[in-house]
C-alpha cells in the first residue's frame, strides 16, 4: 500500500518561508509524476507543483519564482520551498503521486497559514 506523508506546515508572515516535505512510502521514479496541491476553504484543489519521474518541473503561474519542488531520490522525499510567501498561500497543502497506470495517491494534507 502506498503512503504518502506530508510535514513541515505551520504559521508563518507574509514573506516568510516554509518547507514541506512528502515521504513516499516506495520508489518515487515508480511514480509518473509526485507533486503538491493545495485546497483553501471554499476554493477547489489546485495544483502547486510538480516533478515528474524524469525530472521535468511545473509551476502554477501564482507561485513561480517563489516556490520550488525537488526531491531526494535516495530518501524517496519531494519538497516543496516555498518563499515570499502571502496570506493567499493560505491552504492545506497535499502531496500527490500518479503511477503510470494511472493510480492515484494523497497524502493526508499539512495546513500552511501566512498571516498578513
Known amino acids: 500500500q502506498v503512503q504518502l506523508v506530508e510535514s513541515g506546515g505551520g504559521l508563518v508572515q507574509a514573506g516568510g518561508s516554509l518547507r514541506l516535505s512528502c515521504a513516499v512510502s516506495g520508489n518515487i521514479f515508480a511514480f509518473s509524476f509526485t507533486g503538491w496541491y493545495r485546497q483553501a476553504p471554499g476554493n477547489q484543489r489546485e495544483l502547486v507543483a510538480i516533478?515528474?519521474?524524469?525530472?521535468?518541473?511545473n509551476y502554477a503561474d501564482s507561485v513561480k519564482g517563489r516556490f520550488t519542488i525537488s526531491r531526494n531520490s535516495a530518501k524517496n522525499i519531494v519538497y516543496l520551498q516555498m518563499s515570499s510567501l502571502k496570506p493567499e498561500d493560505t491552504a492545506v497543502y497535499y502531496c500527490?503521486?500518479?503511477?503510470?497506470?494511472?493510480?492515484?495517491?494523497w497524502g493526508q494534507g499539512t495546513q500552511v497559514t501566512v498571516s498578513s
Open positions: 500527490h503521486s500518479k503511477s503510470p497506470l494511472g493510480d492515484e495517491y
Open positions: 516533478i515528474t519521474n524524469i525530472g521535468s518541473i
